[in-house]
């Protein structure tokens, strides 16, 4: 192939005077750079298999009480890598397989730990909602170096207001020693069952190094309350990471047949839809790395070829 592109370049740039040496040593210095840009892109941009960061099959899907579609669950990383940029797809069909919508989201944390979970929710808004029969998920990423592991859960306890809405609160301190900025405390609530019926955040702004603070967290639909039996605890700061908690499937304690709504319409479904998925729900995070070096390569060569020929015209 090299042979093949020498000839036709001492064939096409004769006229020019320039030797074969000369343009084989360009040729080379030329492969050389790309060789390095394509590992450079490919370092960047690794991604990882795609068994690695997975959906758990707890997700459930249900309408929510603006009619829209609501998918909750969790996706755990199961590599040796953090991840991050982590782009969760979620294409739904109809009864007849049809594609009838697809929403495009993240997890709540941005960046996932080895071993770590975090909590999603992604919904369909359009009218088509209410023809889901089935979904499947695709899952993009990459590997990222790990936050520290600062931010400990110190206690965590729940309780039912007037309201009937479920409160979820506690203390949480940072034992790094710089401040933690914008803290993301997440949850996510399950049923009997184990399934994902809700998953919500809040934020605190700032904790200082090696100081404690509250939080708290509320599932604003009332009318789950009486349908979820635990939850797990999720914390990141845009410095840190959690260190893991025992609060991972924490029973509600306060759940009793006096919190029972049913005498009230609950305005959602608790129906799980029929699930359509892979076996494996992840795939490479970006544009192959190998694929942007061609396409860099030929794009650089055609420019090299076409400066060398301009600059080598004689002149008329």
């Known amino acids: 192939m090299v042979n093949f592109l020498l000839k036709f370049l001492k064939n096409v740039m004769?006229?020019?005077?320039?030797?074969?040496?000369?343009?084989?040593?360009?040729?080379?210095?030329?492969?050389?750079?790309?060789?390095?840009?394509?590992?450079?892109?490919?370092?960047?941009?690794?991604?990882?298999?795609?068994?690695?960061?997975?959906?758990?099959?707890?997700?459930?899907?249900?309408?929510?009480?603006?009619?829209?579609?609501?998918?909750?669950?969790?996706i755990e990383n199961r590599g040796s890598s953090a991840a991050s940029n982590i782009i969760i797809t979620v294409?739904?069909?109809?009864?007849?397989?049809n594609v009838i919508g697809e929403k495009i989201g993240s997890p709540f944390l941005d960046v996932l730990p080895a071993g770590a979970k975090s909590p999603f929710e992604l919904y369909l808004s359009t009218a088509a909602a209410s023809k889901v029969s089935s979904y499947k998920f695709d899952v993009k990423y990459t590997t990222t170096n790990?936050?520290?592991?600062?931010?400990?859960?110190?206690?965590?306890?729940?309780?039912i207001y007037i309201d009937q809405k479920l409160s979820i609160s506690g203390?949480?301190?940072?034992?790094?020693?710089?401040?933690a900025d914008i803290v993301k405390v997440a949850v996510a609530?399950?049923?009997e069952a184990g399934r994902v019926i809700t998953a919500t955040e809040t934020y605190i702004y700032e904790i200082g190094p090696h100081e404690k603070t509250n939080?708290?967290?509320?599932?604003?639909?009332?009318?789950?309350t009486k349908n979820i039996r635990s939850y797990s605890l999720y914390v990141e700061s845009l410095e840190y990471a959690m260190i893991p908690s025992s609060y991972d499937h924490a029973p509600v304690s306060e759940i009793s047949s006096s919190t029972s709504v049913s005498s009230q319409p609950s305005p959602t479904s608790l129906t799980t839809s029929s699930l359509t998925t892979s076996g494996s729900y992840a795939s490479p995070?970006?544009?192959?790395?190998?694929?942007v070096g061609v396409a860099f390569l030929t794009i650089l060569c055609?420019?090299?070829?076409?400066?060398?020929?301009?600059?080598?015209?004689p002149s008329m």
Request: aromatic fraction near 14%; charged fraction near 20%.
């Open 171 to 179: 203390e949480i301190e940072n034992t790094g020693d710089s401040k």
């Open 14 to 74: 004769s006229f020019n005077g320039l030797s074969l040496g000369r343009i084989k040593t360009s040729i080379i210095f030329v492969l050389m750079f790309i060789t390095l840009v394509n590992v450079m892109f490919t370092a960047l941009y690794q991604t990882t298999s795609a068994e690695e960061l997975v959906v758990l099959p707890n997700h459930m899907g249900r309408i929510n009480a603006l009619g829209y579609y609501v998918v909750y669950g969790e």
């Open 91 to 97: 294409t739904f069909f109809d009864a007849s397989g």
């Open 215 to 224: 939080y708290e967290v509320v599932v604003e639909e009332w009318w789950l």
């Open 146 to 159: 790990p936050k520290p592991e600062k931010l400990k859960i110190l206690s965590s306890k729940t309780q």
């Open 302 to 313: 055609l420019s090299f070829l076409f400066y060398i020929m301009i600059k080598r015209r």
């Open 285 to 291: 995070a970006l544009v192959e790395p190998s694929l």
């Open 189 to 191: 609530c399950y049923d």
